[in-house]
């Protein structure tokens, strides 16, 4: 049984500054770790991407403000996001993809809210 927690979510101001962090337990070799995001009225999106190699993938609107990381070791991605704007605000959802899974496979947190205003 995979579970994945995540942290960190909050209201900041905008210019302002979160760190979202993603727990993954049970027996699991994971390899992407990502980061994902709905706002209201929209469809999903992926934020950022790492694998296990450290192979990272960022959404254009987030590249130079946001920072993905993961310890191997420890089954957890980290999302640093610096430089918030009300355009963040979202509900964002930590996902994992095992390795040598069935195709399609892919397991998802139950999301935290991020809200950016004045």
């Known amino acids: 049984q995979v579970q994945l927690v995540e942290s960190g979510g909050g209201a900041v101001q905008p210019g302002g500054s979160l760190r979202l962090s993603c727990v993954a337990s049970g027996s699991i070799n994971i390899w992407l770790m990502g980061w994902y995001r709905q706002a209201a009225g929209k469809q999903r999106e992926p934020v950022a991407t790492?694998?296990?190699?450290?192979?990272?993938f960022y959404a254009n609107s987030v590249k130079g403000r946001f920072t993905i990381s993961r310890d191997n070791a420890k089954n957890t991605a980290m999302l640093q996001m610096n430089g918030l704007d009300p355009e963040d605000t979202a509900v964002y959802y930590c996902?994992?993809?095992?390795?040598?899974?069935?195709?399609?496979?892919?397991?998802w947190g139950q999301g935290t809210q991020v809200t950016v205003s004045s």
């Open positions: 790492i694998t296990s190699l450290g192979s990272t």
């Open positions: 996902g994992i993809e095992p390795r040598r899974a069935p195709p399609g496979t892919f397991y």
